[in-house]
């Protein structure tokens, strides 16, 4: 049996440990706020530009833009976005396994795969497995759309030059702190969600031309799909570690009641075998 020396000091680790996730914990959960109001605002503003370009393209105005216009794939750029810390349960590990396993189900039918990673906790895990094309981390804390703009832009320009044929977005969307969702998502090319039939559909007046707005609004709308997936990746992050520094803490509670009974327990057997030395040398004396 451990000594009391060793069972008291363990149980002094892991009440300090306790400590450490409680804090986390509330600072996760601070930041999760803040994170759930930002993906919250974004959504509005990214559903409806997705409609304004389904409008557009349904009405034939996008046939002549390179952003619109598949081609044979020869390489594929799948972005994957992971957190820069650790400490959030399998928020990391599942995206970085699901990333592999999209690699592994398109085969050669993607072509060359080039992955690019958002985060250090997802280079970390695919530097030794796949070639990285680009790395972009310490991007997540304080994150802006001017960051997600600039991201969104070397994506684009990439495809135009034809570096790739082919643009995957893989990430963490947020649905509550208890859940978040792997999603894949196609950039590039744009392929405009099917619109709904009409009787009698509303009829618009384009100023400047059709193809004008096209070619203004399809960069915006990578760059708005980029920063609205970012935001989803980081608060479900801080719901992730919020999450998992809970269950830490509640073991850590649990584990406390156990090593606080084996103390007594020992304390007890401790003071029994004193006891008993007590009796049996008072008895030998007297004998």
Same mark, same amino acid.
């Given at each position: 049996?451990?000594?009391?020396?060793?069972?008291?000091?363990?149980?002094?680790?892991?009440?300090? *440990? #306790?400590?450490?996730?409680?804090?986390?914990?509330?600072?996760?959960?601070?930041?999760? #706020?803040?994170?759930?109001?930002?993906?919250?605002?974004?959504?509005?503003?990214?559903?409806?530009?997705?409609?304004?370009?389904? #409008?557009? %393209?349904?009405?034939?105005?996008?046939?002549?833009?390179?952003?619109?216009?598949? =081609?044979?794939?020869?390489?594929?750029?799948?972005?994957?976005?992971?957190?820069?810390? /650790?400490?959030?349960?399998?928020?990391?590990?599942?995206?970085?396994? %699901?990333?592999?396993?999209? &690699?592994?189900?398109?085969?050669?039918?993607? /072509?060359?795969?080039?992955?690019? *990673?958002?985060? #250090?906790?997802?280079?970390?895990? !695919?530097?030794?497995?796949?070639?990285?094309?680009?790395?972009?981390?310490?991007? !997540?804390?304080?994150?802006?759309?001017?960051?997600?703009?600039?991201?969104?832009?070397?994506? +684009?320009? /990439?495809?135009?030059?034809?570096?790739?044929?082919?643009?995957?977005?893989?990430?963490?969307?947020? =649905?509550?702190?208890?859940?978040?969702?792997?999603?894949?998502?196609?950039?590039?090319? &744009?392929?405009?969600?099917?619109?709904?039939?009409?009787?009698?559909?509303?009829?618009?007046?384009?100023?400047?031309?059709?193809?004008?707005?096209?070619?203004?609004?399809?960069?915006?709308?990578?760059? +708005?799909? !980029?920063?609205?997936?970012?935001?989803?990746?980081?608060?479900?992050?801080? /719901?992730?570690?919020? *999450?998992?520094?809970?269950?830490?803490?509640?073991?850590? *509670?649990?584990? &406390?009641?156990?090593? $606080?009974?084996?103390?007594?327990?020992?304390?007890?057997?401790?003071? $029994?075998?004193? !006891?008993?030395?007590? &009796?049996?040398?008072?008895?030998?004396?007297?004998?």
């Amino acid at each position: 049996m451990a000594s009391l020396k060793s069972i008291k000091k363990r149980i002094v680790s892991v009440k300090n *440990t #306790r400590q450490i996730t409680k804090a986390m914990k509330m600072v996760s959960a601070a930041k999760l #706020r803040r994170a759930q109001e930002n993906v919250v605002a974004a959504r509005p503003y990214a559903g409806k530009l997705a409609e304004v370009l389904t #409008r557009l %393209a349904t009405s034939q105005g996008g046939d002549g833009s390179p952003l619109m216009q598949a =081609r044979p794939v020869n390489r594929t750029l799948l972005i994957v976005v992971t957190s820069d810390r /650790g400490l959030c349960g399998g928020f990391n590990a599942n995206i970085c396994k %699901a990333a592999e396993r999209f &690699i592994r189900e398109r085969g050669t039918d993607a /072509g060359e795969m080039l992955v690019t *990673t958002v985060g #250090r906790k997802g280079y970390e895990f !695919l530097k030794n497995r796949r070639a990285i094309h680009k790395n972009y981390a310490n991007i !997540l804390h304080g994150l802006n759309y001017q960051t997600a703009a600039l991201l969104a832009q070397e994506t +684009v320009e /990439g495809y135009l030059a034809e570096e790739y044929d082919e643009v995957y977005l893989l990430f963490n969307a947020f =649905r509550s702190v208890m859940s978040q969702d792997i999603t894949l998502t196609r950039l590039l090319p &744009i392929v405009p969600e099917e619109a709904e039939e009409s009787e009698n559909p509303p009829q618009y007046i384009y100023e400047p031309s059709k193809a004008a707005l096209l070619e203004e609004l399809l960069p915006k709308h990578i760059e +708005v799909q !980029l920063f609205k997936a970012l935001l989803e990746s980081v608060a479900a992050e801080h /719901g992730a570690r919020m *999450t998992a520094m809970d269950s830490a803490s509640k073991n850590a *509670t649990e584990m &406390i009641g156990k090593l $606080t009974l084996q103390y007594n327990r020992a304390r007890q057997a401790a003071i $029994t075998t004193e !006891l008993m030395e007590i &009796i049996s040398g008072a008895e030998s004396i007297k004998g």
